[in-house]
């Protein structure tokens, strides 16, 4: 009998998995369920606004998604509207593709603040999550400091400069456009413990800061060494060189050339966030790196700011009867093996780190320990969901359904933009009619 596969979340890891199961010719039923009516996890509310190319590869998942192996079960919160325990009776084997789309934090005094918003709560803001619509971030001070420096980091300060006209090819939504166009946003320091060797931004990410036009990034040209120095790999050498060579062509631009800035801070350890109820400041003591570490100084600063991001990273939550690794924020496992007919890929499985092609082993290595595990399929799958999720009035979004949101959206998108994103669930369940 065939094998009826649940895959919980259809970000990369989950799509990966599905695509790795149908070109090993598994015979199989893949069920994509997800608690949005919308596929494709952070490609579509992590990836930035601006960077299209990237959000392209759903492309690919759409092909996926459209085999006559899968049906996309829409709108389907697992822990909600069925439990794993049941999902786990009901199928031969569950993937547990569920990322960490959550907040990690510094874990400092003051972050309690308002006025401290992590990193996976702003990036979702600006792109158009639905459970953060009403978020309404305080934009009204001048200085905004952003803590991490990877990517995310630099996503966020990128889109917190840019203007309207340069995003006007993204699917930036418009309350974030006019939020961020009518703030008095001139300046976002994005602060490292380590320094500009130890950061960890891609060189095209990091260019693109050089190519803003209303802001220039401003780098001190004290905190940048001569040299990379040698490291055992070459990969990574190649890119710390880039990098620094990026920075150093950034010591070129001084603040008078835009009225927006992004300063590049390195060997700064945020200690405590200051002010009252609302964030006032950041309190920072400076390192020295020794040995690959950031070890302090005893020297401290302070930078006024009415909003600071943590982008230190995300972290999962725990998945209701499943072990928890509370140390790593990941689900326990034997190479993404959890227990008895029950797999972990992506970002649950390995932590939140990687780009979306990262995730792609994860889904190979779960389809064969499916295809070993589950031999003869026993359990009947969506045969069992389907009805399921009927009883309980789930309003199930197929494929199709999201086809539909998906060409409202194009239909609906203003000017040179790809979409106008819908932002809440009502405005999408509604495009479906009954
Ligand atoms: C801000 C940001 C920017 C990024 N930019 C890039 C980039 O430019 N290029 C790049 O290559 N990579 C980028 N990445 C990395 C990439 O997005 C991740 O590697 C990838 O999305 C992780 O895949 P995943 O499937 O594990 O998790 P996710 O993409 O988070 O997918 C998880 C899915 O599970 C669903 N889900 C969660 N809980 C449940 C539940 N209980 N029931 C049902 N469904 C559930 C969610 O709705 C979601 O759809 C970025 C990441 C972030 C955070």
Same mark, same amino acid.
């Given at each position: 009998?065939?094998?009826?596969?649940?895959?919980?979340?259809?970000?990369?890891?989950?799509?990966?998995?599905?695509?790795?199961?149908?070109?090993?010719?598994?015979?199989?039923?893949?069920?994509?369920?997800?608690?949005?009516?919308?596929?494709?996890?952070?490609?579509?509310?992590?990836?930035?606004?601006?960077?299209?190319?990237?959000?392209?590869?759903?492309?690919?998942?759409?092909?996926?998604?459209?085999?006559?192996?899968?049906?996309?079960?829409?709108?389907?919160?697992?822990?909600?509207?069925?439990? *794993?325990? &049941?999902?786990? #009776?009901?199928?031969? !084997? @569950?993937? $547990?593709?569920?990322? /960490?789309?959550?907040?990690?934090? %510094? =874990?400092?005094?003051?972050?309690?603040?308002?006025?401290?918003?992590?990193?996976?709560?702003?990036?979702?803001?600006?792109?158009?999550?639905?459970?953060?619509?009403?978020?309404?971030?305080?934009?009204?001070?001048?200085?905004?400091?952003?803590?991490?420096?990877?990517?995310?980091?630099?996503?966020?300060?990128?889109?917190?400069?840019?203007?309207?006209?340069?995003?006007?090819?993204?699917?930036?939504?418009?309350?974030?456009?006019?939020?961020?166009?009518?703030?008095?946003?001139?300046?976002?320091?994005?602060?490292?413990?380590?320094?500009?060797?130890?950061?960890?931004?891609?060189?095209?990410? *990091?260019? &693109?800061?050089? #190519?803003?036009?209303? !802001? @220039?990034? $401003?780098?001190?040209? /004290?905190?940048?060494?001569?040299? %990379? =120095?040698?490291?055992?790999?070459?990969?990574?050498?190649?890119?710390?060189?880039?990098?620094?060579?990026?920075?150093?062509?950034?010591?070129?631009?001084?603040?008078?050339?835009?009225?927006?800035?992004?300063?590049?801070?390195?060997?700064?350890?945020?200690?405590?966030?200051?002010?009252?109820?609302?964030?006032?400041?950041?309190?920072?003591?400076?390192?020295?790196?020794?040995?690959?570490?950031?070890?302090?100084?005893?020297?401290?600063?302070?930078?006024?700011?009415?909003?600071?991001?943590?982008?230190?990273?995300?972290?999962?939550?725990?998945?209701?009867?499943?072990?928890?690794?509370?140390?790593?924020?990941?689900?326990?496992?034997?190479?993404?093996? @959890?227990?008895?007919?029950?797999? /972990?890929?992506?970002?649950?499985?390995? =932590?939140?780190?990687?780009?979306?092609?990262?995730?792609?082993?994860?889904?190979?290595?779960?389809?064969?320990?499916?295809?070993?595990?589950?031999?003869?399929?026993?359990?009947?799958?969506?045969?069992?969901?389907?009805?399921?999720?009927?009883?309980?009035?789930?309003?199930?979004?197929?494929?199709?359904?999201?086809?539909?949101?998906?060409?409202?959206?194009?239909?609906?998108?203003?000017?040179?933009?790809?979409?106008?994103?819908?932002?809440?669930?009502?405005?999408?369940?509604?495009?479906?009619?009954?």
């Amino acid at each position: 009998m065939t094998i009826s596969v649940a895959i919980i979340g259809t970000g990369p890891a989950g799509f990966y998995t599905a695509d790795a199961l149908i070109k090993k010719g598994v015979d199989c039923t893949i069920d994509l369920i997800d608690r949005l009516p919308t596929p494709y996890g952070l490609i579509r509310f992590g990836v930035a606004p601006d960077h299209q190319t990237t959000k392209k590869v759903s492309r690919t998942f759409e092909k996926t998604a459209l085999s006559e192996h899968c049906h996309f079960f829409g709108n389907v919160e697992v822990g909600r509207d069925v439990s *794993l325990v &049941e999902l786990r #009776e009901m199928y031969d !084997a @569950v993937v $547990l593709a569920v990322g /960490a789309g959550h907040d990690r934090l %510094v =874990g400092i005094p003051g972050e309690d603040k308002k006025g401290v918003i992590g990193s996976a709560t702003f990036v979702g803001w600006y792109n158009a999550h639905p459970d953060l619509r009403n978020l309404d971030p305080d934009l009204s001070s001048g200085n905004v400091v952003v803590i991490g420096n990877g990517n995310v980091a630099i996503d966020i300060a990128r889109v917190l400069v840019k203007t309207r006209e340069e995003m006007a090819d993204s699917d930036l939504p418009e309350y974030a456009t006019a939020a961020i166009e009518t703030s008095p946003i001139t300046d976002v320091y994005m602060l490292g413990r380590r320094g500009p060797i130890e950061a960890k931004f891609t060189n095209v990410e *990091l260019r &693109e800061m050089g #190519e803003l036009k209303n !802001a @220039v990034p $401003l780098v001190d040209p /004290a905190q940048l060494p001569d040299e %990379v =120095g040698d490291l055992d790999n070459p990969r990574d050498q190649r890119l710390r060189e880039k990098n620094l060579a990026t920075l150093k062509e950034f010591t070129k631009f001084k603040a008078a050339d835009a009225p927006k800035h992004v300063h590049f801070g390195f060997y700064a350890n945020p200690v405590e966030i200051l002010g009252g109820d609302r964030v006032e400041g950041l309190r920072l003591e400076k390192t020295k790196v020794d040995g690959g570490r950031a070890v302090g100084t005893g020297e401290f600063f302070e930078i006024a700011c009415g909003l600071v991001i943590p982008a230190v990273g995300y972290r999962s939550l725990p998945v209701a009867d499943v072990p928890f690794d509370d140390k790593n924020f990941v689900v326990v496992h034997d190479d993404g093996r @959890v227990g008895p007919g029950l797999y /972990a890929v992506g970002w649950i499985k390995r =932590g939140p780190s990687g780009v979306i092609s990262t995730n792609r082993p994860d889904g190979a290595t779960a389809a064969t320990h499916i295809a070993e595990d589950c031999g003869e399929g026993r359990k009947p799958g969506r045969t069992a969901l389907g009805p399921h999720l009927a009883e309980r009035g789930v309003r199930v979004v197929t494929f199709g359904d999201w086809k539909k949101i998906e060409s409202a959206e194009i239909a609906a998108a203003p000017g040179a933009a790809p979409r106008r994103k819908f932002e809440t669930l009502t405005e999408m369940l509604d495009v479906l009619g009954n």
